[in-house]
């Protein structure tokens, strides 16, 4: 670890490894595998690459981005929970056919896993998305729609009550996509699915890795939508949903501060 100084007098420290990074006066912080992750897109568009074609190796693209191929490693898996690029074991890296609406060539405003300003406005975007989602299940879901709605509730309670986080996370995604789905509107769909895309960047710097304090709570959150659906009453899902995403936004918010910038609360 080394440090220098900033043009405005703050304290920059550099560190090595996959987690090299630069932080001035905390907030400014941008671990090193992100910015490359920004360059090997800027790579697929400059040598005007289609899904389907190769990449360099990650030893090549270390090379040719003065990095260690640690930080590659971890720029591939922001760049894959995208949908950007697909890792192929045997067969390489080759740029991804799945771009979805949040990450199509707008690299201008990358999102960034680890900054809490980031962070709130996906969350913000997703309350939007979501809250009309459920609203609109509570009035159009199918017998069968809410099946799959109460089976991923269950299969997140399965996942808690057993440690099993890999079930959990599952069961997470299944519960979310099975309540857009019962919306019977495919642009509230992909912006579902995209906005939670998005949010597995933070899952990609350990965020999601185990069953933090709020997985209770979301358990039983979950079943609060459910039922709302389930009943058919659209106001008492949307706020529901609006309950459960501003907790969930509060965890990530903790864990964040907790895990990038050894801060509590």
Not at 54 to 82: H, M, Q, Y
Not at 110 to 117: I, S, W
Not at 185 to 205: C, E, K, P, T, Y
Not at 220 to 244: F, K, L, N, S
């Amino acid at each position: 670890m080394s440090e220098t100084s900033a043009a405005d007098g703050s304290v920059v420290q550099l560190s090595d490894g996959a987690g090299e990074g630069v932080r001035a006066a905390g907030r400014d912080y941008r671990p090193r595998y992100e910015v490359v992750a920004e360059q090997i897109v800027a790579y697929i568009g400059e040598s005007h690459l289609v899904p389907g074609d190769r990449l360099p190796t990650e030893n090549d693209l270390a090379a040719r981005l003065g990095t260690s191929r640690a930080v590659v490693r971890e720029a591939v898996k922001i760049l894959s929970a995208l949908g950007r690029v697909r890792a192929h074991k045997g067969r390489g890296l080759f740029v991804a056919d799945d771009e979805g609406m949040l990450g199509a060539s707008r690299w201008g405003g990358f999102f960034r896993p680890t900054d809490l300003d980031h962070i709130f406005t996906l969350f913000e975007f997703r309350r939007v998305q979501e809250m009309a989602a459920s609203r609109l299940a509570a009035s159009r879901a199918t017998p069968a729609e809410l099946r799959a709605i109460e089976v991923a509730v269950d299969g997140c309670r399965h996942g808690f009550v057993h440690g099993f986080v890999e079930v959990f996370n599952q069961a997470d995604d299944d519960f979310h996509a099975s309540v857009a789905a019962a919306s019977h509107n495919s642009f509230l769909v992909g912006a579902v699915r995209d906005a939670r895309r998005l949010q597995r960047l933070s899952s990609a710097i350990g965020i999601h890795d185990t069953l933090g304090e709020h997985t209770e709570a979301a358990v039983e959150e979950h079943a609060a939508i459910y039922q709302a659906i389930r009943d058919g009453h659209p106001d008492a899902a949307a706020q529901a949903t609006a309950v459960h995403l501003d907790k969930t936004l509060e965890d990530y918010r903790r864990e964040i501060q907790r895990r990038v910038f050894g801060q509590r609360g």
